[in-house]
């Protein structure tokens, strides 16, 4: 079975600090995803990565950056956490190609106060 | 840009009923891939269903069926014999480049005893 972890299940962060969000597959898989998922909005992606080092902006990047170094781990970044960015945040991997599902990871619900 | 839209925000079904979640969706491409995907409460995203465009033949899995309509470009999504289990979020998604998935805002569905 195809696992996705992420670091953490709930983070409380003060307004400005640096958070950082992991995420590791253990598929090798090629493709890697940050969403973030707010109530009556769905799921909105943040970064995309489609092998290491490669990265390309989602809908909504403003506030966020990503690192992949190593193909099984895909990190969010937020460098000065605002009281906006207090969300659900969904990692999930797939192998790289459209006929394939994402593996979604279990989630980090961040509360920036 | 793809646009899916989940225009059923809440729905309830009575259990062993059955229950249709709508999705409809906007692409110029011949060439893609539908996904359901379920999220219970506190429990990671999970892959329902899938459906190749280039097939015409609707994609079933188990009490899991779909409705697919190229030419209305819509993607219901039909659960028979509902159970207390089936009681989650559901999320319509596209996929078409390399993996990458638009996804619908949602429908939150609720089972009664």
């Known amino acids: 079975d195809v696992k996705v972890t992420q670091s953490s299940r709930y983070l409380v962060k003060r307004t400005g600090e640096k958070v950082f969000l992991e995420c590791v597959q253990d598929?090798?898989?090629?493709?890697m995803f940050w969403y973030r998922q707010d109530p009556g909005l769905g799921l909105r992606l943040i970064y995309f990565?489609?092998?290491?080092?490669?990265?390309e902006k989602g809908d909504i990047p403003e506030g966020y950056s990503v690192s992949r170094e190593k193909k099984e781990r895909f990190s969010l970044i937020l460098e000065s956490a605002s009281t906006n960015q207090t969300s659900m945040y969904l990692c999930?991997?797939?192998?790289?190609?459209?006929?394939?599902?994402?593996?979604f990871g279990p989630g980090t619900r961040l509360t920036v106060t | 840009a793809q646009t899916v839209t989940q225009s059923q925000p809440e729905m309830s079904v009575q259990e062993a009923e059955t229950v249709t979640l709508s999705c409809t969706y906007d692409?110029?491409?011949?060439?893609?891939?539908l996904f359901w995907y379920k999220q219970p409460p506190s429990r990671q995203m999970i892959l329902v269903i899938r459906?190749?465009?280039?097939?015409?033949q609707n994609a079933t899995e188990n009490r899991f069926s779909v409705n697919f309509q190229k030419a209305a470009k819509s993607f219901s999504l039909k659960i028979s014999d509902s159970q207390l289990g089936d009681a989650a979020m559901y999320f319509c998604?596209?996929?078409?480049?390399?993996?990458?998935?638009?996804f619908g805002d949602g429908t939150t569905l609720t089972v009664k005893p």
């Open positions: 998604a596209y996929t078409r480049n390399a993996g990458k998935s638009t």
């Open positions: 459906q190749e465009a280039y097939k015409q």
């Open positions: 692409t110029s491409e011949s060439d893609y891939y």
């Open positions: 999930a991997s797939s192998p790289g190609t459209s006929r394939s599902e994402q593996y």
């Open positions: 990565s489609y092998d290491v080092k490669m990265k």
């Open positions: 598929m090798d898989h090629e493709n």
